[in-house]
């Protein structure tokens, strides 16, 4: 089935790019000699009934988010993302009443239109079937611009806490559905001065913890300032023991927004300038030296954030 | 499990090469820049009870085994091997024996020594429990020589089809134990002409019939001069329905060698000149203009030789 699904794809992959010398069909890929721009490198795991569940989505969806969720890696590092590579292990009798194949074509059909969208050449991958549930495994690759990457360790104390989008709520659809942040990092940090910036996927008061220690600093939230997505409202409604909204925002995972630490001037500038158009753009706090997280209520008193959000792994 | 995992990987990984600017622990890794030479990138994806039985063997060799059969492929471009990402879908009550992380720390030690005897840094990945069986996908990284990469589609007629190793019966255990054949791609294309390369992954005469398909040509195969394994002769005699010991070595899968395309000088003086060391290194037949696989017996005779091998998936 391998060089059926090759064949196919091929035929749907727009001609050779300047970054892949060398496409699917040999040992390897090749891609071109990136010069003096460092190569940036993701790769992302999910699994059918971890991730998405086939019996209840379009497997398009499930394509999709297998590669969206590496794009807003390659934004966190505000890298221009060039090349992909999917690997699949594909349940032998099929699964959402299509047979192997079938599936596998449908996952490219919701996969592909983002690779357009962002200029992502899939370039290789691994086809395989098996007696188990859906695995795709996607390896994406970017490269840094001239102004070099983003890293998690880069907020100084005095840096305003900045974040893209909305919060919470994701696991009614945006999880799925998410457009990676991939223009907006490029944009704030050829524009902007930015020091750091890391993208949500386990909640972000979690990943904002995991920023500060890479970053060996502290940092506070004014809670009530969080753009909070209307999905957030809903489960708040509907879940009534499951917390209010803003809890949702902070701790719920997959809003795949980015944290970014910006000198504060920088910040309302770019707040300011609508630097990224349509996509909210909000001052929701700012990095300290003290270690720990706080929130800042509207009268100024703080009190000690707890980081929330989901852990990978059963025993963690 | 994740940070437990990638903080027990940081204290094994060697500190920082001069290809990984930055290893595990961000959103993404960054590798150096290329300058002018290009990446050679591949991935393969390897699930239990399919590529290795965890019942059945220590899950180190399960390790070694899924970096290893990408190190096969980076030799196949003669590419010299940089960096490695790791993805696991780990079975969330453990296996053999193991827990969840205990589990993943064996495949580690099974693919780590692998790594540092060649050069690879293990510079990310991604891991995951669930409830399915194993998975672990590896994407490998390399830099082509001066000499640029070795593709399948350089054959020319009037090569000599030349191979490394033995084949056949790799499935009494050289598919697991294996040596990538990394240093003889890279001493053969730097010392010798060579036109085409390929790896052996689904069967010798397959994998020729691939080769041929890609450069525009057929070959012929003097099958009584293949060097053949001792397992090879093992599984004839201990599976007597199954075809003798040069059917094994034509359509076994995973012999992990490489087929070479070279002018039959340079195949000449690289087979004199022990070219590359303790490794066999033989000239099995060439490459003509007319498509199709024959082979040559002792006396000139030649015959159709049928493609044979391992065909991905159920339904190929």
Same mark, same amino acid.
């Given at each position: ?5 090759? /064949? ?10 300047? /970054? ?9 890929? $090749?891609? *071109? ?36 969720? !590496?794009?807003? &890696? ?14 699949? *292990? ?13 599936? #596998? ?10 690779? &357009?969208?962002?200029? $992502? ?6 086809? !395989? ?16 611009? #001239? ?10 104390? +005095? ?13 009614? +659809? ?21 020091? #750091? ?16 220690? /890479? ?12 753009? $909070?997505?209307? #999905? ?44 990224? +158009? ?13 270690? +720990? ?24």
């Amino acid at each position: 089935m391998e060089r059926e699904l090759v /064949e196919w794809l091929r035929s749907r992959l727009p001609p050779a790019s300047t /970054e892949v010398a060398l496409g699917p069909g040999d040992d390897a890929a $090749v891609l *071109a000699p990136s010069g003096d721009r460092g190569l940036v490198v993701t790769t992302d795991m999910l699994m059918d009934g971890v991730d998405f569940r086939l019996d209840e989505l379009d497997p398009r969806r499930a394509g999709r988010k297998s590669l969206a969720v !590496n794009l807003s &890696d390659l934004a966190a590092m505000a890298a221009q993302p060039t090349a992909a590579f999917v690997s699949l *292990a594909l349940p032998r009798s099929g699964a959402a009443g299509l047979d192997a194949l079938e599936l #596998a074509k449908r996952l490219y059909e919701g996969l592909l239109p983002l690779a &357009d969208e962002f200029g $992502v050449v899939i370039a290789g991958g691994d086809t !395989n079937t098996w007696d188990g549930p859906l695995v795709v495994s996607v390896t994406a690759v970017g490269k840094t611009t #001239a102004r070099g990457p983003l890293l998690r360790s880069g907020a100084r104390p +005095g840096d305003a806490l900045v974040v893209t989008g909305s919060f919470g709520g994701s696991i009614l +659809g945006k999880h799925l559905d998410f457009t990676p942040r991939v223009r907006e990092a490029l944009l704030l940090h050829e524009l902007y001065g930015v020091h #750091a910036a890391m993208d949500v996927s386990d909640g972000l008061s979690l990943d904002l913890s995991r920023l500060c220690a /890479e970053s060996g600093c502290g940092a506070f939230v004014r809670s009530w300032e969080i753009p $909070v997505d209307d #999905a957030a409202d809903r489960l708040a409604e509907t879940k009534p023991g499951g917390g209010d909204a803003i809890s949702h925002a902070l701790g719920d995972g997959e809003d795949f927004e980015l944290l970014l630490a910006m000198p504060f001037d920088d910040a309302e500038r770019a707040v300011k300038d609508r630097a990224i +158009g349509d996509v909210p753009l909000t001052i929701v706090g700012g990095f300290v030296a003290e270690h +720990g997280l706080w929130d800042v209520d509207p009268k100024g008193q703080r009190k000690p954030l707890a980081p929330r959000g989901y852990l990978h792994g059963a025993d963690s």
